[in-house]
């Protein structure tokens, strides 16, 4: 695995860089063969032992986003958590997204 970076703006705009490792060769065929009938804490866990530290998760704070926030905060307690905030989302999204983080002290 290579070495590269990825610049990143905080919410209060400001700009920094986190290095990353880019992620292994996989032979998709075979993992998905290997994964067809796996359930969700064994799909999180093949992240995890796959990709290590480079595992993120991506939500929407949508209404079922509780459910898999919990699972991989479980599964890896430090998980790296992505929400793209159009600022456009409506003011229950918004204190959902704030709850949720305070009880699954998500990072």
Known sequence: ???QSLITVSQNGQY???????PPKLDLEVVNQELAQADADTLVKWGYATFG???VMSTSFGIQAAVMLHLATTVVP???VIWVDTGYLPG????FAEELTERLKLA
């Not at 920094?16 to 880019?22: H, K, P």
């Not at 229950?92 to 204190?95: G, I, L």
Request: glycine letters at 10%; hydrophobic letters at 20%; charged letters at 20%.
């Open 16 to 22: 920094g860089r986190q290095n990353f490792t880019s």
């Open 92 to 95: 229950e999204t918004y204190r």
């Open 78 to 80: 430090n998980i790296p």
């Open 53 to 55: 530290e480079g595992l």
């Open 1 to 3: 695995m290579s070495q």
